[in-house]
Every structure is written in structure tokens, then in C-alpha cells.
């Protein structure tokens, strides 16, 4: 497989974590460089390792992870979608949260990894090495991650506090996306 063919699906995987920095960069209120690269980091992290995960895991598990995968994002994303309306209506602008939990930001980002995991799985049925390709599948994701936040922050000031009730509606969005993609066209 070529690099450009790597890069494609690098941006493919990253594109819910892109969705999901975006939202986060809406609702979090003091989000400073600490924040941004922390947040990065762990989507990267994530999108990066699971692919590696299912290259060891290989062929073996693939059809009982093709056949759940997409129910865990959804009820994952759902749930911290579903928290962050309940905040964005309970809340006043001066509650906002100044940071995000760190359970909230592995629990995204293992969500919106979990096609990764399959993705590792072609590439030991590819038989290929798998260095190159985690290591461009977590620097995509880290710059789409990164830009994400940086997008919806700057939206999110211009327009306020009901970008968080926005941000938990389009977390279940993309939870209900995931579920949909993969109960009928796959």
C-alpha cells in the first residue's frame, strides 16, 4: 500500500475526531495550548494505537469486532452528548467548564477510534508493516484534532453558550452516523 493510499484512510479515521475537537473547542471555555495539545494528543494516541492493537489481534477477532464496534461509539458519543445538553441547559455561561475531564477526552477518544482497531486488522491480513502507517494515522488525526479545536473555539466564542447543547447534539449525531453506517451499508 502506497503512502498516499495511507494518508486517505489517516484522513478518513481522523475525520470523527476532527467532528468531536470541533465540538469540544465549542464547550470548553478556557481551552489554552495545554488543553489543545493535551486533547490532541489523545486522539492522536488513540487512532495511532488501535490500529496497532488490531494488526497483533489479526484475523481471529475481526468478525466478532465488525459486529459490536459501532455500538460502543454510538453509546459512548450518545452519552457524553446526552450529558453535555443536560450541562449546556443547567448551566449558566459563567458555570461553563474551564477543562474537560480526562476520563471525558480517552473515552472520546477511544470512541472515535474504534474503526482504527478494523483498520489494523486489513493491514495484517495485507500483510504489511504497520511503523509507517500508525505513525501517519496519528499525525493526521493530531492536526485535524488540533485544528478541530482550534475552529470550534473560535466559533464557539463568537456565538456562545448554546454551542454546547450544539456540541451534545452533534456528538449523538456522529454516534447515530457511526451506528447507521455500519447496521446498513456494511
Known amino acids: 500500500m502506497d503512502i498516499l493510499t ?7 479515521l481522523s475525520m470523527d475526531s476532527f467532528a468531536v475537537s470541533l465540538t469540544n473547542g465549542f464547550t470548553i471555555r478556557e481551552l489554552n495550548t495545554k488543553r489543545v495539545l493535551f486533547i490532541s494528543f489523545s486522539f492522536a494516541t488513540f ?4 490500529p496497532l492493537i488490531g494488526w497483533f489481534a489479526g484475523m481471529g477477532v475481526e468478525k466478532y469486532v465488525k459486529e459490536i464496534d459501532h455500538w460502543f ?8 452528548g ?3 445538553i443536560y450541562e ?12 474537560m475531564k480526562i476520563l471525558t477526552v480517552f473515552l472520546q477518544s477511544f470512541a472515535t477510534s474504534i474503526d482504527a482497531f478494523v483498520i489494523g486488522i486489513s493491514f495484517a491480513i495485507l500483510d504489511m508493516e504497520i511503523a509507517t502507517p500508525i505513525l501517519i494515522i496519528g499525525l493526521v488525526t493530531f492536526v485535524f484534532s488540533l485544528a478541530g479545536l482550534q475552529l470550534g473555539k473560535y466559533i464557539g466564542e463568537k456565538l456562545g453558550k448554546s454551542f454546547e447543547i450544539l456540541g451534545g447534539i452533534v456528538l449523538i449525531g456522529i454516534g447515530l452516523k457511526i451506528l447507521i453506517e455500519h447496521l446498513y451499508f456494511q
Do not use: P, S
Not at 495511507?6 to 478518513?12: C, D
Not at 487512532?47 to 488501535?50: G, H, K, R, W
Not at 461509539?73 to 457524553?80: S, T, W
Not at 449546556?88 to 477543562?99: S, Y
Open 6 to 12: 495511507i494518508i486517505l484512510i489517516a484522513i478518513g
Open 47 to 50: 487512532q495511532a494505537l488501535m
Open 73 to 80: 461509539a454510538f453509546l459512548l458519543l450518545a452519552f457524553i
Open 82 to 84: 446526552v450529558k453535555m
Open 88 to 99: 449546556g441547559i443547567k448551566k449558566t455561561k459563567a458555570e461553563r467548564d474551564t477543562e
